[in-house]
């Protein structure tokens, strides 16, 4: 079974652009959460979705917005970037979500913006 | 590969020695519990988990303990190999139905050989 996937691997943006990454989850997951992870800050939720649903966000401006497709893709949408969106994001798939249900990370897309 | 973290807590060991890695968490309401390891270039791998009305679980080569009260958990490798060098994270969920994990700032194993 593929694991999670993650397109693209590396980003290059400058300031004021905008980005979108896309995660394809494990087959037959449907819930899919997505992390940012810097040097200073670690790991830090962004937001879960199941069933095209957002579930669960967290504590980031309104500039990260993500959406679910009815195959369970996932994808993320930074607007405005800034310099310090520059950063590894995680997407995480599990079968269910929630309680307690193993979370599977993909490799991760690293932005960097200039 | 990419560095997930600079100046992370380090703890480096040599090959065959058991290896204890400790994190307290934030949430006195978390009741699930796991460890992830983030080897260079890569996502956060599970290696085990323990939920809240458990103090202790074991794996292979690994035991995870939890102190529910100094809300403190650690990771035991044992027999740690070179292959164990990464950056260890702990991370607390609180089972209300959502996959929220808290993730804390991990520590780096350098094992030699």
């Known amino acids: 079974k593929a694991g999670v996937t993650q397109t693209p691997r590396y980003l290059i943006k400058t300031r004021g652009q905008q980005v979108t990454l896309s995660c394809s989850p494990i087959?037959?997951?449907?819930?899919v959460s997505w992390y940012q992870q810097t040097p200073g800050q670690g790991l830090q939720f962004l937001f879960e979705?199941?069933?095209?649903?957002?579930?669960n966000k967290g504590n980031f401006p309104g500039r990260f917005s993500g959406r679910q497709f009815s195959n369970s893709r996932s994808e993320m949408n930074v607007s405005t970037l800034e310099l310090g969106d520059s950063a590894l994001y995680l997407c995480?798939?599990?079968?269910?979500?929630?309680?307690?249900?193993?979370?599977?990370f993909g490799p991760g897309t690293r932005l960097t913006v200039l | 590969g990419e560095s997930v973290g600079l100046h992370l807590p380090t703890l480096s060991v040599q090959e065959g020695d058991n290896s204890i890695i400790n994190c307290a968490y934030s949430?006195?309401?978390?009741?699930?519990f796991i460890w992830y390891k983030q080897e260079s270039g890569k996502g956060p791998q599970f290696i085990i988990d323990?939920?809240?009305?458990?103090d202790k679980r074991q794996g292979q080569r690994v035991t995870v303990l939890l102190n529910k009260t100094v809300k403190h958990l650690s990771l035991q490798i044992a027999a740690t190999q070179p292959g164990d060098s990464a950056v260890y994270f702990c991370?607390?969920?609180?089972?209300?139905?959502?996959?929220?994990?808290?993730f804390g700032k991990g520590t780096m194993l350098l094992v030699s050989p």
């Open positions: 949430n006195s309401a978390s009741d699930y």
């Open positions: 995480a798939s599990s079968s269910a979500g929630g309680l307690g249900n193993e979370q599977f």
């Open positions: 991370a607390e969920n609180i089972m209300t139905g959502y996959s929220t994990l808290t």
């Open positions: 979705y199941f069933s095209e649903t957002q579930r």
């Open positions: 323990i939920r809240s009305n458990m």
């Open positions: 087959s037959g997951h449907r819930s």
